[in-house]
């Protein structure tokens, strides 16, 4: 296949992220003229960037995309777009006001530019949010979106009907990815979010019996952050537009048998203690159905639950020895 990577410029928005710092690395690989990453460390970090800060092909702007001017000299002259720059769940549901402009707004003027400045494709970073509570299981990406209710998922959907109807409208190719739960080293340990798998390790390594807020059947499929990354490559590098695909492992895992997987991995013999749960979860499984993106993307999973944890573990831990 054609490696449209090489000799091109591409802004990652949201590059110094979790996700995105994974998708930096990964085109770093391909011989791109230029990387050019716009974030604005409200969840991103240096330290996220530490292995290709100093490459001369990369471009950095700490600054905001909805700064509508700096936004367009990011775009202009790039051949490509991943747009990964968003606000989490939890972060649009405690302020609409700020979901409102990051994750529409701003998602809008990047659309606008893309047509302004003759972008080849986005790739837009979507969630399995949208889906809510899904209504089969596995997933496929034609189940509908009505059971969700967050301000996110709704978001989300906007930005790939956005996307879809600039490609209607303008001709802009795109494809949105919807990632199921992803997991990996540089995930956020310390933000008022903290993963329940962070509090977990912080539990093991002081010996505190974890906890679960109810009966830990809540179920979820987690995927190991690299596997995203390259999802986004094959997205890119694959003649395909005008798409979603759900980026999932296909396992459904509770949050029961993920403890036993991090208790397993980190050779711990400690027992979870139930709590009752504190909130209502209306999304209560999660399992997505990957086969478009493995026919049309080549794209499968590669890391095991167990593999991924014993990566998150040691990165962890070696994370809180030095800080
Ligand atoms: N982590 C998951 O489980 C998950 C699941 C589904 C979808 N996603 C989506 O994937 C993408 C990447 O997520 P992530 O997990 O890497 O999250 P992240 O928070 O680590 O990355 C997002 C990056 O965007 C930056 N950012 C936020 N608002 C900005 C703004 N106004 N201007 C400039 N930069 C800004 C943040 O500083 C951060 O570095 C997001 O679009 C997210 O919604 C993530």
Not at 58 to 65: A, L, N, W, Y
Not at 150 to 156: E, L, V
Request: net charge negative; hydrophobic share 40%.
């Amino acid at each position: 296949m054609h490696n449209k990577v090489k000799d091109s410029t591409i802004l990652v928005t949201g590059g110094a992220g979790f996700i995105g710092s994974y998708v930096v690395e990964e085109l770093l690989q391909l011989q791109p003229a230029k990387i050019v990453i716009i974030d604005n460390f409200i969840r991103g970090s240096r330290e996220n960037m530490k292995l290709f800060a100093a490459d001369p092909r990369i471009e950095f702007h700490q600054g905001d995309i909805r700064d509508t001017a700096l936004l367009e000299s990011c775009i202009s002259g790039c051949d490509y777009i991943f747009h990964m720059a968003a606000l989490r769940i939890n972060a649009c549901a405690a302020n609409p006001a700020d979901g409102f402009e990051v994750m529409l707004k701003a998602t809008f003027d990047v659309a606008q530019l893309a047509v302004k400045h003759k972008i080849k494709k986005v790739i837009y970073s979507s969630s399995a949010s949208v889906y809510g509570l899904a209504q089969h299981f596995p997933t496929p990406e034609t189940d509908n979106p009505y059971n969700n209710q967050t301000f996110y998922g709704a978001a989300k959907m906007w930005g790939e009907q956005l996307f879809r109807s600039f490609k209607f409208m303008y001709g802009l190719d795109y494809v949105a990815l919807r990632y199921f739960n992803a997991y990996g080293p540089r995930m956020d340990t310390d933000g008022k979010y903290t993963e329940v798998m962070i509090k977990w390790l912080d539990c093991i390594r002081d010996g505190r019996n974890p906890l679960i807020y109810g009966d830990g059947s809540t179920t979820m499929d987690f995927v190991y952050v690299r596997d995203i990354a390259r999802a986004n490559i094959a997205a890119l590098q694959a003649d395909i537009s005008d798409e979603a695909f759900n980026i999932g492992n296909c396992e459904e895992t509770s949050l029961k048998q993920l403890l036993d997987v991090l208790l397993k991995v980190n050779d711990s013999t400690l027992e979870p203690e139930f709590r009752e749960e504190n909130s209502i979860n209306p999304v209560s499984r999660r399992l997505a159905d990957i086969s478009k993106a493995k026919q049309l993307l080549s794209f499968s999973p590669s890391v095991s639950l167990e593999q991924g944890m014993k990566e998150l573990s040691a990165w962890y831990f070696e994370k809180i020895k030095t800080a």
